[in-house]
């Protein structure tokens, strides 16, 4: 089945520290890959997505390229802010369904 | 605007009680999902129901139950059966079927069981 696997969290960064989320996938096909990012007590925003091979998603300075080669689709961001501190989601859709699958998510906290 | 309205935002019951949470969406889509998440995990996924009157299991449906009568709406049940029934809860929509389209997610109902 397909299933997501995303870096163990919690990660604490200073601000303007560069950051970097791995994230991994195992998928039949070719599926589309997500970024959601959740802040406290709300839910979930789509941040940026990819739906081929090599496409990078961008998004408020936040990128990840779908790199079929290595099943990964890391997010980056060169500078964080304390308004990222969150907790971001990576997920999976396959071409022929309907549903999303979640990676466990990495919380993120970012100290002035 | 258009979007996912969820409520209450906050929801007490007592054990043994049965307990519906609200979801509805006007953004006209097809498909809607029930998802829980504990603390410190991702989402799983409850129940799904990609046309009205017509729905699916998820990975954790038991002592679930949802019904699909209007497009808009897509209420879930949490029923006295569902044994550790305190979670967060989080609906979503979908427009169509393409596997890059986005799904859009309300603002969520916490539920606590005393």
């Known amino acids: 089945g397909n299933s997501v696997t995303q870096m163990e969290g919690p990660v604490t960064l200073s601000e303007e520290a560069f950051l970097t989320i791995n994230c991994t996938y195992t998928?039949?096909?070719?599926?589309?890959l997500f970024w959601y990012v959740q802040y406290p007590g709300e839910g979930l925003q789509l941040l940026l997505k990819?739906?081929?091979?090599?496409d990078k998603g961008s998004n408020k300075g936040f990128e990840a390229t779908y790199r079929k080669e290595t099943t990964s689709f890391h997010l980056e961001k060169g500078s964080v802010q304390v308004s990222d501190s969150a907790v971001y989601f990576c997920?999976?859709?396959?071409?022929?369904?309907?549903?999303?699958?979640f990676g466990e998510g990495t919380q993120l906290t970012v100290n002035p | 605007d258009g979007g996912i309205t969820q409520s209450p935002k906050y929801l007490f019951r007592k054990e043994g009680q049965n307990v519906t949470l609200s979801c509805e969406q006007n953004?006209?889509?097809?498909?809607m999902y029930w998802y829980r998440q504990d603390p410190g995990q991702g989402l799983r996924l409850i129940y799904y129901?990609?046309?009205?009157?017509?729905?699916q299991k998820g990975d954790i449906a038991e002592g679930y139950s949802v019904s699909r009568e209007k497009k808009e709406s897509f209420p879930l049940t949490v029923t006295s059966a569902q044994k550790n029934p305190t979670a967060f809860y989080l609906c979503?929509?979908?427009?169509?079927?393409?596997?890059?389209?986005?799904?859009?997610f309300g603002p969520g109902t916490r539920l606590t069981v005393l």
């Open positions: 997920a999976l859709r396959e071409t022929s369904g309907s549903r999303l699958t």
């Open positions: 998928a039949t096909g070719y599926p589309s």
């Open positions: 990819a739906t081929k091979a090599d």
């Open positions: 953004l006209n889509h097809d498909a």
């Open positions: 129901s990609q046309i009205v009157n017509d729905f």
């Open positions: 979503a929509s979908q427009s169509g079927g393409r596997s890059y389209n986005e799904q859009f």
